[in-house]
């Protein structure tokens, strides 16, 4: 049986924007295994990002955990406060890699420097040994000729290289846990499948646990062995990928999956899902996503639903668990994905 | 507004030269080309400007004292009968051999070079010592600023700058003066023997400085706190104060050292209004000197040498920022930071 | 979910039954009332010190223009005299009968000042104004024509290279002084910033994507202009205009000191200010700079004040 590394519980974060409160993660629960790779999916503004920031310390200045609890190694990060005991993890034992690889460095730093700040504040190890340690992770990030590389600046890369750079400082100090952040989102579609490979290769070779960011279902397909579903701050739904692509419960993952391209039915028109997220500044009552869904349960709109277990690694937050709900059909290409599953787990 | 040393009035502008790819040395050639161009254009429309004056200006008071045949005289004596080229070409002659032309009036004959170089060391004293003091304690307000911000330290600053930019420096430095002496027991005027008088004229001088560098190194620090590359810093683990020195700090002083060379050299020129105030013998009391005496030769002089300053360091500005900066060399697109 | 009412709330079987789908509802789930003017006004009228100077500037203004009309007030240039000695009232201090007291030739300071601002505050909005006109006709042709570009940019580069005092000095020091020619002045060089953003964003028009997405889906140009640029736009040359305003009684406080400055006839702050200056080393006359110092500081920190929070209300990052 895999190993629990981080837990997070009934997390709830705040914002507060110009004298108003925004709720952006309202009650989420994630189970994180290690060695395993985590995919949160979700739309824009969903909170993924907002939720995995906060693993290290690192909400914006205007945000704050109101309630819930992280426990990773023993310990309630949740309730860390400042940089000093944040010191001891962020980094260090969880690292994040972001989106845009061309704003993530230092423009005026050598990238050498940027990789070596890091080797040298978490391993104390003095400047020539940091060196060769940097140029060792260069080349492990796949960097040709990494000696001249070391004193070059971010202009002088590629997007692609750039983002090896940043996986490179994330993976400096040998983190268990890494965080990925939309890694391939404003890179080329070529380039994208490279960091993917390069994260996988990475991951056996430093024993990591990967949390991917994404809303690119194709990505997700291809390296999560857990995914979670994430709407208006919550985890709607929490599988492994097999639960989730071949036995969805949720109807907004079901609509999620729908509207994939790859898994529609041939002349069928492609399934798109109708308005819009909730606002978060005002209290969602129910299932938020009840007001764009065709099928809600009256009690939708009146209570939220909890986590029902569908199996040992699947949960769903939906009434239609519930015994007393009416037996609901689920679109067809849902259906036609169950089958495959039946199909291919006998 | 109004007084040329304050250093930073413009908006930060993007390095011109960041459009052409080359090296830093074409660019510095470049630049250099430009200024020189803007400094002989500067030049002959002063020059010309100056000759559409009326030429009372060149008598002084005794004007009406002399006949009209007198007056020819005095002006052909000065070459200013001859046609406008002619008199262009003998000014940057003279220019060339280091002659800005004599005084008439306030003081009659005197080479305007030897009324000159005596003044440059009192203003150039004063403003090395405003400069470190704007620069120090500028630098500090600011930075502690970006780091509170939003908080009644911050507030504290941003009214200081609010009140040194909106009011008028006269208004203020008169106030200074009137009381400041008295509360302080410091003389008024300046004396160069007596050590306590160059308190506060320097601190005046400083004033006006420390609001300029204080309020830009704070917003160019607050615009960095919230780049990316300041995220993945704090991702990687380093604790708030290096993030601030190592990574902003450092980011944020590059579009500051633009305006170094201009306000190092500015200092040469003096303060207008405080060398005035606190009779202080150097350049901008000089100018003022100059202009209620309508002395147009050494109005002329005067303008010159002070847009040479400025041009020239604005020059120097931008070769500090492609020196320090290694992405304006090869950007290929206009500063974009 | 453990309260009494959550739970028969979870018994009532009723519940479980398909709710009525109205897709216009589902809309409204992120349905947001936002406009952009209506924000702006919001975040601006938070900021108190702003809305603070806001009404102490329509207080002094309207007072400015309402002032002459009063009973009882004097001519600021009507010399004083003693009604038993027949000599001039000079440097009476502030009485129930001179406000503010009188200058050293008899004038009443009360009635020079608000002349004085009246005068001040006529220069600084020609000024602004002048400044805003020119530069966007400027920044317009530069930014659309683009033969013209690469001249206009030289002598652009020329121009700013010049320190903008220096200018001013030249300009007023060929021109005898008059409010005229003080604001040719100071507009000689103040529409440079203001042409050089606007020729900036003539090219983001042209150029960002989003402009260009919108002009493909077929949106009218002008509807672009109005919506996508003219927001931006509106707020950077109200915020130039706010900051115009101090700038130039500023300067022409600098001018009138150097010796450039309006005749004694015409009040303006920054020769009232100069008087002051003359004799403030006698104590009891220093109400003579005072005062003029006041309102002249009123008056520049409000505009700044009230310039800046609205740039900062008009700035979109900043609306909630």
New interface residues.
């Given amino acids: 049986m895999v190993q629990s590394i981080l837990s997070a519980k009934d997390v709830v974060i705040k914002f507060s924007l110009r004298g108003r409160v925004l709720t952006a993660i309202r009650g989420a629960s994630l189970e994180l295994y290690e060695g395993q790779t985590l995919a949160i999916v979700g739309e824009s503004g969903s909170g993924k990002s907002v939720f995995t920031k906060s693993f290290v310390g690192m909400l914006d200045t205007n945000g704050w955990v109101e309630s819930g609890s992280i426990v990773f190694e023993e310990q309630d990060i949740a309730k860390f406060k400042g940089d000093k005991q944040w010191s001891t993890i962020r980094g260090k034992k969880i690292a994040m890699v972001f989106q845009d690889p061309m704003t993530s460095l230092n423009p005026l730093r050598t990238i050498g420097m940027q990789i070596q700040e890091v080797v040298e504040l978490h391993h104390h190890l003095k400047a020539a040994e940091a060196k060769k340690r940097t140029i060792e992770i260069l080349t492990d990030v796949g960097i040709s000729s990494p000696e001249d590389r070391y004193s070059q600046f971010p202009h002088e890369f590629s997007g692609g290289m750039r983002q090896r750079v940043v996986i490179a400082i994330a993976i400096a100090c040998n983190p268990k846990i890494l965080i990925c952040d939309e890694p391939t989102t404003a890179l080329d579609v070529t380039i994208q499948a490279q960091i993917l490979e390069l994260i996988r290769k990475l991951q056996e070779q430093y024993n990591l646990t990967v949390i991917y960011i994404t809303h690119d279902l194709g990505v997700v397909a291809n390296v999560a062995d857990q995914v979670a579903v994430m709407y208006a701050g919550d985890i709607i739904e929490y599988g492994t990928a097999g639960d989730i692509f071949y036995n969805a419960q949720h109807p907004y993952t079901w609509a999620l999956l729908s509207s994939l391209p790859q898994l529609g039915i041939k002349g069928q028109p492609l399934y798109s899902i109708k308005g819009t997220p909730p606002n978060l500044f005002n209290e969602i009552k129910g299932d938020a996503f009840a007001p764009r869904n065709p099928k809600a349960l009256k009690i939708d709109y009146v209570e939220r639903p909890p986590y029902f277990q569908v199996s040992p690694t699947h949960y769903a937050r939906t009434w239609l668990l519930d015994p007393r709900s009416p037996k609901m059909d689920p679109p067809e290409t849902i259906k036609h994905m169950r089958e495959k599953f039946v199909r291919y787990s006998v | 507004m109004g007084i040329p040393v304050t250093p930073i009035q413009h908006q930060p502008k993007p390095v011109h030269a960041s459009k052409h790819s080359g090296s830093l040395f074409n660019y510095t050639l470049k630049r250099a080309g430009q200024s020189l161009i803007t400094v002989l254009i500067v030049i002959t429309v002063v020059f010309l400007l100056m000759r559409l004056l009326p030429v009372e200006g060149y008598f002084g008071d005794g004007y009406d004292k002399l006949d009209a045949s007198q007056r020819e005289a005095v002006l052909k004596s000065m070459g200013l009968l001859e046609p406008w080229y002619m008199q262009l070409k003998n000014f940057y002659v003279d220019l060339f051999r280091g002659d800005l032309g004599t005084s008439i009036i306030f003081r009659p004959q005197i080479p305007i070079t030897e009324i000159i170089g005596p003044k440059i060391p009192y203003s150039a004293y004063f403003g090395f010592a405003a400069l470190l003091m704007s620069l120090s304690l500028g630098l500090c307000l600011g930075v502690f600023q970006a780091r509170e911000k939003g908080k009644w330290f911050d507030r504290l600053g941003t009214g200081y700058v609010v009140f040194i930019n909106a009011v008028p420096a006269a208004v203020y430095f008169l106030f200074i003066q009137l009381y400041a002496t008295q509360a302080f027991k410091l003389p008024i005027l300046f004396n160069k023997d007596k050590p306590s008088s160059w308190i506060l004229p320097a601190i005046c001088m400083s004033l006006g400085g420390i609001a300029g560098y204080a309020m830009w190194i704070r917003r160019f620090m607050v615009d960095e706190l919230n780049k990316d590359y300041i995220k993945l810093a704090r991702a990687k683990g380093l604790s708030n104060t290096d993030v601030m020195f190592k990574h902003v700090l450092r980011n944020a002083f590059v579009p500051m050292a633009q305006y170094l060379p201009t306000s190092l050299l500015m200092t040469i020129a003096g303060s207008l209004y405080i060398e005035s105030l606190y009779s202080i013998p150097g350049m901008g009391g000089l100018l003022i000197d100059a202009i209620s005496r309508q002395d147009n030769p050494l109005v002329q002089a005067l303008v010159l040498i002070y847009s040479t300053i400025g041009i020239f360091g604005l020059f120097m500005g931008d070769v500090l920022m492609a020196v320090i900066d290694p992405r304006i060399k090869l950007d290929k697109k206009g500063g974009a930071r | 979910?453990t309260t009494k009412k959550?739970i028969e709330?979870?018994e009532n079987?009723?519940?479980?039954?398909?709710?009525n789908?109205d897709?216009s509802?589902?809309?409204?789930?992120?349905?947001?009332d936002y406009s952009y003017w209506g924000s702006t006004l919001k975040?601006f009228l938070?900021n108190k010190t702003a809305v603070l100077a806001l009404i102490l500037l329509g207080v002094l203004l309207s007072f400015t223009f309402v002032q002459p009309y009063l009973p009882g007030q004097r001519d600021p240039n009507e010399i004083n005299l003693s009604q038993e000695t027949f000599r001039q009232l000079r440097n009476v201090k502030p009485t129930s009968e001179f406000w503010f007291g009188t200058n050293s030739i008899g004038q009443d300071l009360w009635a020079r000042i608000w002349r004085g601002t009246r005068t001040s505050l006529m220069i600084a909005l020609l000024v602004a104004t002048w400044n805003i006109v020119i530069g966007v006709i400027v920044g317009a042709v530069w930014g659309y024509v683009r033969s013209l570009d690469r001249v206009i940019t030289e002598v652009y580069?020329?121009l700013?290279?010049?320190?903008?005092?220096?200018i001013m000095?030249?300009f007023a020091?060929?021109l005898r002084p008059s409010i005229s020619t003080m604001v040719i002045a100071m507009c000689a060089t103040g529409w440079l910033?203001v042409s050089r953003f606007v020729r900036t964003q003539v090219v983001i028009i042209r150029d960002r994507e989003y402009n260009l997405a919108s002009r493909c889906l077929g949106t009218p140009s002008t509807r672009i202009i109005t919506r996508n640029v003219l927001p931006y736009l509106v707020s950077v040359i109200m915020l130039r205009f706010a900051l115009a305003v101090?700038?130039a009684?500023?300067?022409e406080?600098?001018l009138t000191?150097?010796?450039?400055g309006l005749p004694l006839s015409t009040p303006s702050l920054g020769n009232l200010?100069n008087e002051g200056?003359q004799i403030?080393?006698i104590a009891s006359m220093?109400y003579q700079?005072i005062f003029p110092?006041v309102v002249?500081?009123l008056i520049?920190?409000s505009?700044?004040?009230m310039g800046?929070a609205f740039s900062d209300a008009a700035d979109p990052r900043?609306h909630?």
């Fill in positions: 979910m959550n709330i979870l079987q009723a519940l479980f039954e398909l709710a789908y897709a509802e589902s809309e409204r789930t992120g349905y947001s975040v938070k580069n020329v700013n290279n010049i320190p903008t005092t220096i000095t030249l020091y060929m910033p101090p700038g009684i500023g300067s406080v600098f000191y150097i010796g450039l200010v200056r403030m080393m220093r700079l110092s002249l500081s520049t920190i505009f700044y004040v800046n900043n909630v």
